[in-house]
Protein backbone atom coordinates (compact mmCIF):
# COMPACT_ATOMS: atom_id res chain seq x y z
CA UNK A 1 0.00 0.00 0.00
CA UNK A 2 1.32 3.32 -1.07
CA UNK A 3 3.06 5.48 2.12
CA UNK A 4 1.53 8.98 1.12
CA UNK A 5 -0.49 10.93 3.33
CA UNK A 6 -2.79 11.82 0.21
CA UNK A 7 -3.84 8.29 -0.36
CA UNK A 8 -7.15 8.53 1.90
CA UNK A 9 -8.00 11.96 0.36
CA UNK A 10 -7.41 10.28 -3.18
CA UNK A 11 -9.90 7.61 -2.27
CA UNK A 12 -12.61 10.09 -0.76
CA UNK A 13 -12.58 12.23 -4.10
CA UNK A 14 -12.37 9.07 -5.85
CA UNK A 15 -15.88 7.64 -3.95
CA UNK A 16 -17.29 11.50 -4.24
CA UNK A 17 -16.50 11.03 -8.35
CA UNK A 18 -18.40 7.68 -7.75
CA UNK A 19 -21.48 8.94 -6.00
CA UNK A 20 -21.24 11.68 -8.69
CA UNK A 21 -21.79 9.37 -11.67
CA UNK A 22 -24.35 7.19 -9.98
CA UNK A 23 -26.11 10.75 -9.85
CA UNK A 24 -25.98 11.18 -13.31
CA UNK A 25 -27.87 7.85 -13.19
CA UNK A 26 -30.66 9.52 -10.96
CA UNK A 27 -29.52 7.57 -8.29
CA UNK A 28 -29.22 9.66 -5.22
CA UNK A 29 -25.82 9.95 -3.10
CA UNK A 30 -24.97 6.87 -0.89
CA UNK A 31 -23.85 7.62 2.88
CA UNK A 32 -20.89 5.93 3.47
CA UNK A 33 -22.96 4.00 6.40
CA UNK A 34 -24.73 2.89 3.99
CA UNK A 35 -22.04 1.62 1.86
CA UNK A 36 -20.70 -0.45 4.59
CA UNK A 37 -24.11 -1.90 5.77
CA UNK A 38 -24.34 -3.15 1.92
CA UNK A 39 -20.74 -4.47 1.76
CA UNK A 40 -22.09 -6.34 4.99
CA UNK A 41 -25.22 -7.66 3.75
CA UNK A 42 -22.73 -8.92 0.42
CA UNK A 43 -20.18 -10.72 2.87
CA UNK A 44 -22.64 -12.55 4.47
CA UNK A 45 -24.32 -13.75 1.49
CA UNK A 46 -20.90 -14.88 0.27
CA UNK A 47 -20.68 -16.82 3.61
CA UNK A 48 -23.79 -18.40 2.87
CA UNK A 49 -25.99 -16.50 5.38
CA UNK A 50 -28.73 -13.89 4.57
CA UNK A 51 -28.42 -11.39 7.69
CA UNK A 52 -31.89 -10.04 9.39
CA UNK A 53 -32.42 -6.72 9.81
CA UNK A 54 -31.91 -6.96 13.38
CA UNK A 55 -28.66 -8.86 13.00
CA UNK A 56 -27.22 -5.56 11.35
CA UNK A 57 -28.78 -3.26 13.66
CA UNK A 58 -26.68 -5.14 16.29
CA UNK A 59 -23.13 -4.06 14.48
CA UNK A 60 -22.55 -1.35 16.66
CA UNK A 61 -19.95 -0.65 14.55
CA UNK A 62 -22.45 1.02 11.48
CA UNK A 63 -23.90 3.92 13.84
CA UNK A 64 -26.58 4.03 16.45
CA UNK A 65 -30.09 1.49 15.29
CA UNK A 66 -32.02 4.97 14.33
CA UNK A 67 -29.10 5.78 11.86
CA UNK A 68 -28.82 1.93 10.63
CA UNK A 69 -32.33 1.89 9.82
CA UNK A 70 -32.51 5.04 8.26
CA UNK A 71 -29.32 3.66 5.74
CA UNK A 72 -31.33 0.16 5.10
CA UNK A 73 -34.28 2.25 4.22
CA UNK A 74 -31.96 4.20 1.84
CA UNK A 75 -30.59 1.12 0.08
CA UNK A 76 -33.88 -0.20 0.07
CA UNK A 77 -35.42 2.69 -1.64
CA UNK A 78 -32.29 2.48 -3.72
CA UNK A 79 -33.14 -1.38 -4.68
CA UNK A 80 -29.63 -2.30 -4.00
CA UNK A 81 -30.85 -4.32 -0.93
CA UNK A 82 -34.60 -6.33 -1.20
CA UNK A 83 -36.83 -7.69 2.16
CA UNK A 84 -37.13 -11.60 1.66
CA UNK A 85 -39.39 -13.93 4.24
CA UNK A 86 -36.92 -16.31 6.19
CA UNK A 87 -37.89 -19.73 7.26
CA UNK A 88 -39.26 -18.34 10.45
CA UNK A 89 -42.09 -15.33 9.63
CA UNK A 90 -41.20 -13.11 12.08
CA UNK A 91 -37.75 -12.49 10.71
CA UNK A 92 -37.45 -10.36 7.61
CA UNK A 93 -33.63 -10.98 5.65
CA UNK A 94 -31.28 -8.79 3.64
CA UNK A 95 -30.64 -9.99 0.38
CA UNK A 96 -28.03 -7.86 -2.43
CA UNK A 97 -29.56 -7.10 -5.58
CA UNK A 98 -27.78 -7.03 -8.30
CA UNK A 99 -27.70 -3.57 -8.63
CA UNK A 100 -26.34 -3.48 -5.01
CA UNK A 101 -23.28 -6.03 -6.44
CA UNK A 102 -22.92 -3.72 -9.56
CA UNK A 103 -21.81 -0.72 -6.91
CA UNK A 104 -19.69 -2.85 -4.81
CA UNK A 105 -17.74 -3.63 -7.49
CA UNK A 106 -17.32 0.05 -8.56
CA UNK A 107 -16.12 0.57 -4.95
CA UNK A 108 -13.87 -2.25 -4.88
CA UNK A 109 -12.45 -0.80 -8.53
CA UNK A 110 -11.77 2.52 -6.74
CA UNK A 111 -9.79 1.15 -4.12
CA UNK A 112 -7.95 -1.27 -6.22
CA UNK A 113 -7.26 2.24 -8.10
CA UNK A 114 -6.21 4.10 -4.79
CA UNK A 115 -3.34 1.51 -3.55
CA UNK A 116 -2.56 0.67 -6.84
CA UNK A 117 1.72 1.85 -7.11
CA UNK A 118 1.46 5.15 -9.25
CA UNK A 119 3.10 4.66 -12.53
CA UNK A 120 4.98 7.84 -12.62
CA UNK A 121 8.51 8.40 -10.80
CA UNK A 122 7.08 10.20 -7.89
CA UNK A 123 6.71 9.45 -4.48
CA UNK A 124 2.63 9.55 -4.33
Known amino acids: ?43 EHINGRCPTITKVVQQIEFGTPPTIQRRLKELIALEFIVLCKGDDKRHRLLKVTEQGDTYLRDCSKLLVDVVRPCSCDCSC
Open 1 to 43: MKKSPHTFVRFLNLFRALNNNYADKGVSTIHQEAVAILAYVSE
